[in-house]
């Protein structure tokens, strides 16, 4: 059995446990691994220390970091375990957890970071059946999952659904509706913008089809919102199939966009010898590109363009695939620069627009003919037609050079490729930071194993 | 830098001394007034850092450097930002390579020597006594034998060889040229700082350009400034001095500055501009003073700073240590050079975005040749050189017509090496490439390079050949000083922070004696 490309840490929904996820992971092959999480008070984990989703989320990341293998993994969050992953995500973004891989959100009818639209008569309905304090009872369960289908589940199906119900803690069932689905996270989740499908069911009131594009717009840019004919809101039960598709679908659009990193290299992204402002950066820069990403400082064209000058430019290795002139535009958006431009030239973005429109009208079609005219700008011999002078364009095609060769460096897959770990070196403890091997061809102990052998380590055969 | 309880002046105070700069040039200064009793406010163009937020990425690392446009002309085109441009408390010292080779005598007397370049009208004995003084208070290590200067001493000893060092070392052996350890302002025992507290031993990070959390590498907000503070300066960051104010005689009456989005006016009895190479004279010029002598601006000076990369069989990683661990000074003046001055070398650890500007920009590599080179650079080991240049008549900083971001002109900086700087890159590729090929490198790669902004308001004896004195005080107006290496009347083959910080108490000392 080979190892699998991406695990999934699936969340489940108020009153569900790991059976939830048993229905998605038997129709997904073998690329993916499936952990199931047990969020506090569910499929007999203990209680949080409070009622706070933070408290969930702090579970979820302790379960993440244990189970995690340095590769890629993504969230299937269902409901109440959408806005655990929410804030999860957002934990991850911001490179003060020990992970690192988050690869894209699969959420199902998620709940959102804002107070979860439930009306009140079912609120207190649904607190009354833990108004003593036990556990919910078999009748009650039974009106829960009734609300919550589009049609009947089958009764194998339907018989896990009830135990998981009644299992669940009440103290956990209480405070889900007391205090976590009435926090409002929206400004610590903050947006989102990594690969996102939202599965809704049409029969699902306030968290169906018909309201979640609403409530994820403001979060996730890259919402890609499905709409399921006829489903309620225990998706993963109901349409466990369509489940599984999305999850796969979004995979293949990940790999597609993506330079992939080496799990022991993920793992030591994820130590404590890389500082969160540092875990942050990569996290950003590891995520796939947004195959639907429009351009904010170039037109389309001009996009196109710099993309086939970047393929030129900077062959990327085989594997993976970096959108090397999107970030170019989004760094020019972000109005970035390297402290210094060609004397007597305009803004980064206009030498952007003039120099590729200038390169249009002479970019051939053929690699060989396109390198020609690449080493004609650069040897300032220019092009035909342009409406600059060859100096002109040839200091703008450097500073282009330059800065493809940052986007394309700068991601962890490539630092990966050179051999680069110096990422790794500011821990805040002076013990845990820096090198103390620093021979030719040695390396330290935390190192991944590429770089050298271990001083002192009697060499292995390899 | 810890700021807290800092002792405050009020707008409406004039303070005895504004310093406009918290680098090498304006932390010495503003410590050594502070402790003599003055009232100074140093204003600070960038925001105060914090350490434990030093990251080593070099894309990310750039809040501490100058990244507001300048515009680079000439034949070499200086690259401005992460390579030599410093932004925030402690100036460029948050990025410093921290190498700390003395000035060398012969170059304060270049054109007696040579008749080319300029005198420093600084006395050498003078100066290494300063240099020497500033070398024990921000910790500088070295070796215990030092060949060139065989009575110097270090406090500590110097940081370890790392690989590129090994390469260095090994080549220059063979080849019978000397080569030590490096002396550098990095700490390798752990070492308590007055006023500021514990700094590390060096943990043999190579990203110290990028800033190093643990106070190893010297940086003056670790040093200079929070004496300064403890002796009652107040240090203002994010304050971007705009406007230089005089009175009807023409001599300094404060300055306004831009902070928080308002127009702030600090009042002073003498004012020191110690904002660098670049912001100095450009400051200098859109106020239109200190300039009878039309010097300001003029005499651009750069380091050579060509590089020669060899392709070794082990990873050599040069990312790791301390990047420049080893030198030579035994080409200060080549036998038999056909040039005036000469060159340091020094052994060459680099960053991945550093190495892959400098292939592209220097290098001129592109496509597969590219990426081969890339992925081959942990295999690879460098030596760079730090050069005399000389002063040239096109090589100047002048305003633009664009305006930045306060509203000040962007400065334009045109650099073209001259017939001198060839002639020591030559001669320093042909030692480079040698002393490499002899450490058993496969192939070598020349690498383009220069380093740092010299010269734009130089000092000299006569008022018509210089913008400052020897003391470092306008020609032009009495209660105006800069203190900064744009005063450095010729590069020196000497890396310039360790000169500048010792010109530095210098011209602090001889503002005190003046009062």
């Given at each position: 059995m080979r190892a699998a490309d991406c695990t999934v840490f699936f969340l489940p929904g108020l009153g569900l446990n790991a059976d939830a996820a048993t229905p998605v992971e038997r129709e997904l092959d073998d690329r993916f691994r499936v952990i199931t999480i047990e969020l506090p008070g569910q499929g007999g984990a203990p209680d949080a220390p409070d009622g706070s989703t933070e408290a969930q989320v702090d579970a979820a990341l302790a379960a993440i970091a244990e189970h995690a293998d340095g590769g890629a993994w993504m969230l299937c969050a269902h409901s109440m375990g959408g806005k655990v992953a929410a804030r999860l995500a957002a934990r991850v973004r911001d490179g003060d957890v020990p992970v690192f891989g988050l690869a894209g959100l699969m959420l199902l009818a998620p709940s959102p970071p804002t107070p979860e639209p439930m009306p009140d008569e079912k609120r207190q309905q649904m607190l009354s059946w833990v108004d003593d304090g036990s556990p919910i009872a078999e009748s009650d369960a039974r009106t829960f999952v009734d609300d919550n289908v589009g049609a009947s589940l089958d009764p194998a199906v339907q018989a896990d659904v009830l135990e998981a119900v009644q299992t669940m803690s009440p103290v956990a069932w209480r405070r889900w509706l007391e205090q976590g689905s009435t926090e409002?996270?929206?400004?610590?989740?903050?947006?989102?913008?990594?690969?996102?499908?939202?599965?809704?069911?049409?029969?699902?009131?306030?968290?169906?089809?018909?309201?979640?594009?609403?409530?994820?717009?403001?979060?996730?840019?890259?919402?890609?919102?499905?709409?399921?004919?006829?489903?309620?809101?225990?998706?993963?039960?109901?349409?466990?199939?369509?489940?599984?598709?999305?999850?796969?679908?979004?995979?293949?659009?990940?790999?597609?966009?993506?330079?992939?990193?080496?799990?022991?290299?993920?793992?030591?992204?994820?130590?404590?010898?890389?500082?969160?402002?540092?875990?942050?950066?990569?996290?950003?820069?590891?995520?796939?590109?947004?195959?639907?990403?429009?351009?904010?400082?170039?037109?389309?064209?001009?996009?196109?363009?710099?993309?086939?000058?970047?393929?030129?430019?900077?062959?990327?290795?085989?594997?993976?695939r970096i959108d090397l002139a999107a970030r170019v535009d989004a760094d020019l958006a972000a109005g970035g620069g390297d402290g210094w431009r060609p004397a007597g030239a305009p803004s980064d973005a206009e030498a952007y627009r003039a120099g590729l429109d200038d390169l249009r009208g002479a970019w051939p079609s053929t690699p060989d003919e396109q390198d020609a005219v690449i080493r004609a700008v650069a040897e300032g011999e220019g092009v035909p037609g342009a409406s600059q002078e060859p100096e002109a364009l040839q200091s703008w095609f450097e500073d282009l050079r330059v800065d493809v060769v940052r986007e394309w460096l700068s991601h962890p897959a490539s630092l990966v490729r050179v051999g680069y770990d110096g990422f790794a070196t500011g821990a805040e403890d002076a013990a845990f930071a820096g090198y103390l091997s620093l021979k030719a061809g040695e390396r330290d102990e935390w190192e991944p194993a590429e770089l050298g052998t271990v001083a002192g380590a009697p060499e292995e055969d390899v | 830098?810890?700021?807290?309880?800092?002792?405050?002046?009020?707008?409406?105070?004039?303070?005895?001394?504004?310093?406009?700069?918290?680098?090498?040039?304006?932390?010495?200064?503003?410590?050594?007034?502070?402790?003599?009793?003055?009232?100074?406010?140093?204003?600070?163009?960038?925001?105060?850092?914090?350490?434990?937020?030093?990251?080593?990425?070099?894309?990310?690392?750039?809040?501490?450097?100058?990244?507001?446009?300048?515009?680079?002309?000439?034949?070499?085109?200086?690259?401005?930002?992460?390579?030599?441009?410093?932004?925030?408390?402690?100036?460029?010292?948050?990025?410093?390579?921290?190498?700390?080779?003395?000035?060398?005598?012969?170059?304060?007397?270049?054109?007696?020597?040579?008749?080319?370049?300029?005198?420093?009208?600084?006395?050498?004995?003078?100066?290494?006594?300063?240099?020497?003084?500033?070398?024990?208070?921000?910790?500088?290590?070295?070796?215990?034998?030092?060949?060139?200067?065989?009575?110097?001493?270090?406090?500590?000893?110097?940081?370890?060889?790392?690989?590129?060092?090994?390469?260095?070392?090994?080549?220059?052996?063979?080849?019978?040229?000397?080569?030590?350890?490096?002396?550098?302002?990095?700490?390798?025992?752990?070492?308590?700082?007055?006023?500021?507290?514990?700094?590390?031993?060096?943990?043999?990070?190579?990203?110290?350009?990028?800033?190093?959390?643990?106070?190893?590498?010297?940086?003056?907000?670790?040093?200079?400034?929070?004496?300064?503070?403890?002796?009652?300066?107040?240090?203002?960051?994010?304050?971007?001095?705009?406007?230089?104010?005089?009175?009807?005689?023409?001599?300094?009456?404060?300055?306004?500055?831009?902070?928080?989005?308002?127009?702030?006016?600090?009042?002073?009895?003498?004012?020191?501009?110690?904002?660098?190479?670049?912001?100095?004279?450009?400051?200098?010029?859109?106020?239109?003073?200190?300039?009878?002598?039309?010097?300001?601006?003029?005499?651009?000076?750069?380091?050579?700073?060509?590089?020669?990369?060899?392709?070794?069989?082990?990873?050599?990683?040069?990312?790791?240590?301390?990047?420049?661990?080893?030198?030579?000074?035994?080409?200060?003046?080549?036998?038999?050079?056909?040039?005036?001055?000469?060159?340091?070398?020094?052994?060459?650890?680099?960053?991945?975005?550093?190495?892959?500007?400098?292939?592209?920009?220097?290098?001129?590599?592109?496509?597969?040749?590219?990426?081969?080179?890339?992925?081959?650079?942990?295999?690879?080991?460098?030596?760079?050189?730090?050069?005399?240049?000389?002063p040239a008549e096109g090589n100047r900083l002048e305003l633009s017509s664009e305006e930045d971001e306060w509203g000040l002109p962007r400065a334009t900086i045109s650099f073209s090496p001259g017939e001198n700087e060839k002639a020591i890159d030559a001669h320093a590729i042909g030692t480079m490439t040698d002393i490499l090929t002899a450490a058993g490198a496969r192939s070598t790669r020349v690498l383009a390079r220069t380093a740092h902004t010299l010269g734009t308001c130089r000092m000299s004896d006569d008022p018509g050949e210089g913008v400052v004195d020897g003391e470092g005080r306008s020609h032009d107006i009495d209660n105006l000083w800069v203190c900064d290496n744009s005063t450095f009347p010729s590069a020196l083959t000497a890396n310039p922070g360790l000169a500048q910080m010792a010109l530095s108490l210098r011209t602090a000392d001889r503002m005190l004696a003046g009062r």
């Open positions: 409002d996270l929206s400004a610590s989740v903050g947006v989102l913008d990594l690969p996102c499908t939202v599965l809704a069911g049409d029969q699902d009131d306030a968290l169906g089809a018909a309201a979640q594009p609403a409530l994820v717009a403001d979060v996730y840019p890259r919402a890609h919102v499905v709409p399921l004919v006829g489903a309620g809101h225990l998706l993963s039960y109901e349409r466990p199939v369509e489940v599984a598709h999305a999850i796969t679908a979004l995979w293949d659009q990940i790999v597609a966009h993506r330079a992939p990193v080496a799990p022991e290299w993920g793992r030591l992204i994820a130590s404590p010898r890389v500082t969160p402002r540092v875990r942050a950066t990569l996290a950003r820069r590891a995520l796939s590109d947004d195959p639907a990403y429009r351009p904010r400082v170039l037109n389309s064209a001009q996009l196109e363009l710099l993309r086939a000058i970047a393929d030129r430019l900077v062959p990327q290795p085989s594997g993976g | 830098m810890n700021l807290d309880g800092m002792k405050t002046y009020d707008l409406d105070d004039s303070v005895d001394v504004v310093v406009v700069g918290t680098g090498a040039g304006g932390a010495p200064l503003l410590a050594r007034l502070a402790e003599r009793g003055l009232r100074v406010v140093a204003l600070e163009a960038g925001p105060n850092h914090e350490p434990a937020e030093y990251t080593p990425d070099e894309i990310d690392a750039t809040t501490i450097n100058w990244m507001s446009s300048r515009f680079s002309g000439g034949d070499a085109p200086t690259a401005f930002g992460p390579n030599n441009s410093g932004f925030g408390v402690g100036g460029g010292t948050v990025h410093w390579g921290a190498f700390t080779p003395r000035p060398d005598a012969r170059d304060l007397r270049l054109r007696s020597e040579t008749g080319r370049g300029a005198d420093w009208p600084v006395d050498h004995a003078e100066l290494t006594r300063y240099v020497a003084e500033v070398e024990e208070y921000i910790g500088v290590s070295g070796p215990a034998h030092y060949p060139w200067d065989p009575e110097r001493t270090y406090l500590y000893g110097p940081p370890s060889r790392n690989a590129a060092a090994d390469i260095m070392m090994t080549g220059a052996s063979a080849l019978g040229i000397r080569a030590t350890d490096a002396p550098a302002a990095i700490l390798t025992r752990d070492r308590d700082q007055p006023h500021h507290g514990l700094r590390h031993a060096t943990t043999n990070v190579g990203s110290i350009h990028q800033g190093e959390r643990h106070g190893a590498k010297a940086t003056t907000a670790i040093t200079y400034l929070p004496a300064a503070v403890a002796a009652g300066a107040e240090i203002r960051p994010d304050a971007v001095v705009h406007t230089i104010e005089r009175d009807a005689r023409g001599r300094v009456t404060g300055v306004v500055y831009r902070q928080d989005g308002e127009d702030r006016r600090q009042r002073c009895a003498t004012l020191v501009l110690a904002g660098g190479g670049v912001e100095t004279p450009r400051l200098l010029l859109h106020n239109g003073i200190a300039n009878s002598s039309g010097q300001v601006g003029r005499n651009f000076l750069a380091h050579g700073a060509v590089q020669v990369w060899g392709r070794f069989d082990e990873q050599i990683r040069g990312y790791r240590g301390y990047p420049s661990a080893l030198i030579t000074e035994d080409f200060v003046r080549p036998a038999g050079a056909d040039f005036a001055g000469g060159y340091l070398l020094q052994s060459l650890g680099v960053m991945p975005f550093t190495y892959a500007t400098t292939l592209v920009r220097g290098g001129g590599l592109w496509g597969d040749e590219l990426m081969r080179e890339l992925e081959a650079s942990r295999y690879t080991g460098g030596i760079g050189m730090n050069a005399e240049c000389l």
